[in-house]
C-alpha cells in the first residue's frame, strides 16, 4: 500500500524534521568551513568569529521563515487534520526534566573544556615569560661582567698609575698627555660614551666629551666616596631624569700605598647594548618588552628605554601604586619567579615574570600585555562555546523531535473492561455462552 502524500504533509513530525535538520546540517557547514578558512588563510580570530556568527544568524532566519512557511500551508497549521478523532492521544511525558539535566550537562563540560584551554593558554604563557626573563637577565649579567673586568683592567695598569703620578706630582706633561690618549683609546675600543678623571678629592681633572659636557656634584661625589670607600664599581647617580642619561661606573688608579686614589667614571649610552637587548623579543609580539628597574626612594625609577615610550628614560612611578608589576616586585609581594599579573606603566593589564640582577639592585621584568598573551586562548574559548551551544541546540531538537514522533511517550493504560463490570444489556461486553 502506497503512502499517502497528502497524510505525510499533515504528519507533525516532518516539519521539525526539516527544519531541524536544516538548521543543524547549515550551522555545522558554517563551523567547519570557517575553521578550514582559518587554518588555510591564516586570518585573524576575530573575523573567524564574526563570520560564524553571521552565518549562524543567517541560518536562524531562514529556519524561522521555512518553518512559517510550511505551518502556513492548507492543513498543517492545525497539524491534526484527517486524523481520526476516535484515535485518542496519548499522553507525552514532561521534557522539562530531561531537558535541564541535559543542558546543565552541556554547559558544564563547554565551562571545564574552556577553563582547562585558558589554563593551558596561561601555563604556556607563564613557562614562555619565565625563560625569557631567564635569558634577559643571564644576558645583563654578563654585560656587568664585562663593565666589571673593564674596571678591573684599568685599576691593574699600573702604567697609567705611573703616568698620572708623573703627570700629578712632576708637572710633565707628556706623561699627561699619554695617560689621557691610552683612556681614549679605552673608551673608542670599548664602546664607552665617555670617560671622566676625577684627582683624589673628587675634582674634575678631565672629561673626554669636552669640558662643555658637565658633569653633576651627585655623579662627582658618589664616585669619589665609592673609591675611597671601595665599595662597588656600579653608580646609582642618574644625570637626568628626562634625557639620555648613561649608565656609569667608577674605577680607580693604583697610586701609591696609603694615599686617596683619583677616580674615573665610565659612562655608557642607555640607547646601545641593553636598549636593544631589553627591547627584542624572542617572537613577533606587538607589546612584550623588557623592564629594568630599581628603587629610588619611594619611586620604580625605569632605568631602560621604553618600547611603548620611547621619548623618555629614566621614567617614575610611586612604589605604592598598587597594581603595577614593578612595584609589586620592589614592595616584595611578587618573588622572582613567580608570574605576576598587575599594569604596566602605561595602565594597561599585563603578565610578567620577574628576576633580580645579582651584584645590583636592579630587577627585571618580562612582560606581554594580557589581551595578547590571551588571545589565543579567547578565540579558542569562543569556539568551545560556539560548539557547546551548536550542542544544546541539537539535544533540544532531537528531544522534540523523539516527542513528536511518540517516542517519549508516558505508557498507554489499559482501557479493556474487567467482565465482573460488564452490566447486562451493555453492548460492549462480550456474550456470555450458553449453558
Known sequence: MKPDPSRLSRDPIVIPTVVLGYATLGALWVLASDQVVEWLFRDPGAMAIASTVKGWAFIAVTSVLLYATLRSRP????????????????PRRSLRLPLILTGAAIVGLTAAAIRYE????KATEAARLQAVADIKTRQIAGWLEERQGDVAFLEAGRPLAEY????????????????????????????????????????LLWN???????????????????????TGFLLRSIESADGDAPFNFVAHLAVSGGRPSPALILSMDRAGYVASLLQTWPVPSLSAETLLFRRDGDQVLFLNRLRHRTDTVGLRAPVAERKLLAAQVLRGEAGPGSVIEGVDYRGVPVLGAARAILGTDWFLIAKVDRAEAFAEATRDSVWTALAGLLLLFAATGGAIMAASAGIWRRPATSTRSSPRSCAPGNARCPRQGHR
Open 75 to 90: 492543513g498543517v497549521a492545525n497539524g491534526a487534520e484527517g486524523i481520526p478523532a476516535a484515535v485518542p492521544a496519548q
Open 118 to 121: 585558558v589554563a593551558g593558554h
Open 164 to 203: 698620572y703620578r708623573d703627570w700629578r706630582e712632576r708637572g710633565n706633561s707628556t706623561s699627561r698627555d699619554l695617560l689621557l690618549e691610552r683612556f681614549d683609546q679605552f673608551r673608542v675600543a670599548k664602546g664607552y660614551q665617555r670617560l671622566v678623571l676625577l684627582d683624589e678629592q673628587g675634582e
Open 208 to 230: 673626554s666629551a669636552g669640558e662643555a659636557n658637565a658633569v653633576t656634584p651627585g655623579l662627582r661625589d658618589e664616585a669619589h666616596r665609592a673609591v675611597a670607600s671601595g
